[in-house]
């Protein structure tokens, strides 16, 4: 059944003028700000300025706090977004697990939820959004309910082509390919959706949210199930003509025996899975599940780990030197669905493999380990809406 909720107000369905855009984008990035220092910044009249932060603060999108006293004149009063100002859901689909997240205006999480299934179907994703979003709805007052401003949606693009590598029903799978994700999750939700690339999406979550805060420009390298990437230039998630920029997951490397294979056949989080596995033949599945899904640890299986980190590192290696090459991107961040310590040791690997490679012509980069793992993408999804809505990218 399709999720019920209030219809948006329309404090969320007007336009947005470019000052206004200004002075929110100004309180999102600085935080709490007296009107007249925001006159100064937008380079509006102080009774312009007065005027949009009045008008704002009616519609609920910001609030003032207590008036601060400095050494001449009247106190001043910082403005500062609402948190409850705007609401947006974001959703991660992945192949073993998606994720979905309540977001405020400021960019906290409000809420979170998790289902993990052996491989992701339409049907499944439409009633696990609309559930989930109806959990959301409930846990929040009549007013708040109006201001969800949209779902943004984080998916691999092509998913029919996993049906090799997930074991799924093939007409469960293909289903995808005449799938039009926009339209279906528009038409349950009743909100406005954004679709964008999973790793494109994790690449932006991670630059909002997480270690590459206040890094305007780097290569990003998501290693999940499979391996995709991102590219950000003056903080800007750039994508290109296609939406094919930082597809990291296309780019030749050579493989051990010789052959040049797209990066996605040779570094993957399915390959040790599928090794994993392998071991694993007669443990029950409770304890395979453990090992796979839940703990994450792996600790059972820590010499198939350490033969697939290291093969894995020299692969991603390859990648990264190719978006340094292009791009002249100075730090490429690497997270994934991996433990921690796995993935900590996995940068640790990569960035000693570049310093052995021939970088003649280039800047090595620095390699750094993301924070966010897998709800990065979620959390880039949910901000899509709020951008579109009332500020500028």
């Known amino acids: 059944m399709p999720t019920t909720l209030a219809p948006l107000s329309e404090v969320s369905t007007r336009n947005y003028s470019a000052n206004e855009r200004a002075i929110l984008n100004l309180l999102r990035l600085g935080g709490p700000t007296p009107s007249a220092e925001l006159a100064r910044l937008t380079g509006l009249s102080a009774q312009s300025a007065s005027v949009i932060t009045r008008g704002l603060e009616a519609e609920g999108l910001v609030r003032r706090g207590d008036p601060v006293k400095g050494r001449v004149g009247k106190p001043s009063t910082p403005i500062g977004l609402d948190p409850s100002g705007a609401f947006s859901v974001g959703l991660r689909l ?34 696990f959004v609309s559930d989930g979003i109806a959990q959301f709805a409930a846990r929040l007052t009549p007013d708040q309910q109006k201001r969800i401003v ?29 799938f039009d994700a926009e339209a279906a999750l ?3 939700t009743g909100l406005p959706v ?28 998501y290693l999940g199930a499979f391996v995709g990437g991102g590219v ?19 780019i030749p490397v050579p493989r051990q025996d010789g052959k040049v294979v797209q990066l996605l056949e040779v570094a993957s989080g399915y390959e040790l899975e ?40 020299g692969y991603l290696a390859y990648g990264a030197i190719a978006l340094v090459a292009i791009l002249d991107v100075p ?4 997270d994934g669905s991996l433990p921690a ?51 500028i990218e």
Not at 234 to 248: E, F, H, K
């Open 232 to 250: 950000m230039l003056d903080s800007r998630l750039y994508s290109g003509p296609g939406g094919n920029a930082g597809a990291i997951a296309s």
């Open 186 to 188: 528009s038409e349950r």
């Open 274 to 313: 599928r090794r994993i596995d392998q071991r694993s033949k007669g443990a029950s599945k409770r304890i395979l599940d453990a090992a796979l899904h839940r703990d994450r640890s792996w600790q059972e299986f820590e010499d198939i780990c350490d033969q697939w980190l290291e093969e894995v590192a």
């Open 94 to 127: 992945g192949r073993r697990q998606s994720d979905l997240v309540l977001m405020d205006f400021v960019g906290q999480v409000r809420s979170q939820i998790t289902t993990r299934h052996a491989y992701p179907t339409p049907e499944r994703t439409l009633a």
């Open 194 to 221: 954004y679709v964008g690339n999973d790793s494109s999406l994790a690449c932006y979550g991670e630059h909002l949210f997480g270690a590459a805060t206040g890094t305007p420009d780097f290569g990003y390298i």
């Open 341 to 391: 310590a796995l993935r900590d040791r996995m940068v640790a690997a990569v960035a000693e493999r570049i310093g052995g490679l021939d970088t003649r012509g280039i800047s090595p980069p620095q390699v750094m380990a993301g924070r966010l793992g897998t709800t990065a993408c979620a959390l880039g999804a949910a901000y899509q809406p709020i951008v579109a809505r009332y500020l």
């Open 150 to 178: 949209g779902l943004g949606v984080g998916m691999p693009f092509d998913l029919w082509s996993w049906l090799d590598r997930v074991g799924g029903q093939e007409h469960e799978m293909l289903a995808w390919k005449e």
């Open 331 to 334: 730090a490429i961040i690497i």
